[in-house]
């Protein structure tokens, strides 16, 4: 089983959709939790982390479930902006490298 | 926010060649650096951890003779690709952790090398 797993998309959805992205992953031991997004060629940068008691910026809110090992990101009123590859990030511990989900690519459409 | 650069942001070099790519936290000291790879439409892959004052710690799979990692100093790590071969050809990303609750990291905008 991989450390992070995303459903991979493409999910193509119209201006002003809300979308759900899912990913899950097998260390229970894991400590912290993060949702970055890449834009296609660029480094990945921070969207947000993920708290066990959810955490909401602006159209973007995201859930930790330890219990079944699952992060969620949910985007409402999607952009055009909002288009690109949204990367789920575990860190196991301490200064320990990243590790990725393979990513879900989103495309907004007009 | 803390800031971490990478140069060059592209790179072009025939094979045989060896390319050094430079890694720096701007305002911040990172005795940790982490350095991935990218290949078109695959995720970021860790090669290896890059520690100031010791040897680097390299996954498995990638060749410690053929990137050679450097950690100067607290803030810079240098990732120098020997004898580059098309099949380097990727998108290469370091990142640093910085010292805030949650083991948040920064990444460097990325050098994006070619080989011919």
């Known amino acids: 089983r991989k450390e992070v797993e995303q459903d991979p998309g493409p999910f193509n959805v119209p201006e002003g959709a809300t979308v759900a992205f899912n990913c899950t992953y097998s260390?229970?031991?894991?400590?912290?939790f993060f949702w970055y997004r890449q834009d296609c060629r660029k480094e990945p940068k921070l969207l947000m982390s993920?708290?066990?008691s959810g955490n909401e910026d602006g159209r973007f809110t995201a859930q930790l479930n330890r219990a079944s090992q699952y992060i969620s990101l949910l985007i409402r009123d999607s952009k055009l902006s909002d288009s690109a590859t949204y990367l789920c990030v575990v860190v196991n511990s301490g200064n320990t490298p990243l590790v990725f989900g393979k990513g879900t690519r989103l495309s907004v459409i007009a | 926010g803390a800031v971490v650069s990478q140069h060059p942001s592209w790179v072009i070099c025939k094979s045989g060649t060896s390319v050094k790519i430079e890694c720096r936290s701007l305002?911040?000291?990172?005795?940790?650096m982490f350095w991935y790879r990218q290949f078109p439409k695959q995720s970021l892959m860790l090669m290896a951890t890059s520690n100031e004052g010791s040897k680097a710690t390299y996954e498995q799979g990638v060749e410690k003779d053929k990137f050679l990692i450097n950690h100067a100093s607290l803030t810079l790590s240098t990732l120098t690709v020997t004898s580059a071969h098309p099949e380097d050809s990727s998108f290469y990303i370091c990142?640093?952790?910085?010292?805030?609750?949650?083991?948040?990291?920064?990444f460097g905008p990325g050098t994006r090398l070619t080989v011919t």
């Open positions: 990142s640093a952790p910085t010292s805030g609750w949650g083991n948040e990291q920064y």
């Open positions: 305002d911040f000291q990172a005795t940790t």
């Open positions: 993920v708290y066990s």
């Open positions: 260390n229970s031991a894991s400590q912290s």
